[in-house]
């Protein structure tokens, strides 16, 4: 799916870049190491390097941050969803709804459900790489999900359907 790699892409992405910047300081200590290059040249390459680096380091963990706050939201999308899910069993059991009405709901939680358990899936296994050398706290809160989050899950509740659940509780 798509949307699904982005956190992937995004990821891959700023980790190649992280790597790039990395061989090219080792390349620039080397040179100035074997004598290729000026100490004046060294430090003048060596700023703009420390720069990139500190903005690449940034930038994911800043994307690191953001996927483990979605994956919380994840979590409890989650955990809501399988609360829906239970409850219209049980309405259909007691003949609260109709086999219809039970078909519907049951489809599109399940498919909302589907789709929320494999975007957390693949946010674990990217998560489960290596990460940045230095650890950074994430603050998880509303704010840090705001990039990708309404992007990355379909809404596979349709709006009928959205209405009749509302009603359940």
Not at 106 to 111: L, P, R
Request: hydrophobic share 35%; aromatic share 4%.
């Amino acid at each position: 799916m798509l949307i699904l790699s982005l956190w992937k892409h995004i990821h891959e992405l700023a980790s190649k870049e992280l790597d790039l910047v990395k061989r090219k300081k080792q390349a620039l200590d080397d040179l100035l190491s074997s004598g290729r290059i000026s100490q004046t040249t060294y430090e003048h390459l060596n700023a703009e390097i420390k720069e990139a680096l500190t903005s690449v380091e940034k930038y994911l963990e800043t994307t690191i941050c953001k996927m483990e706050a979605r994956a919380q939201d994840l979590e409890k999308q989650i955990g809501t969803l399988e609360v829906f899910l239970a409850n219209t069993e049980m309405l259909h059991v007691t003949g609260e709804i109709d086999d219809e009405t039970y078909e519907k709901q049951m489809n599109a939680i399940n498919v909302g459900l589907e789709a929320a358990r494999r975007e957390l899936n693949e946010i674990k296994s990217i998560l489960e790489g290596p990460k940045p050398a230095e650890a950074v706290e994430c603050e998880h809160g509303e704010e840090t999900s705001e990039t990708l989050t309404e992007t990355t899950v379909e809404n596979p509740v349709e709006e009928e359907t959205a209405e009749e659940t509302s009603g359940i509780f």
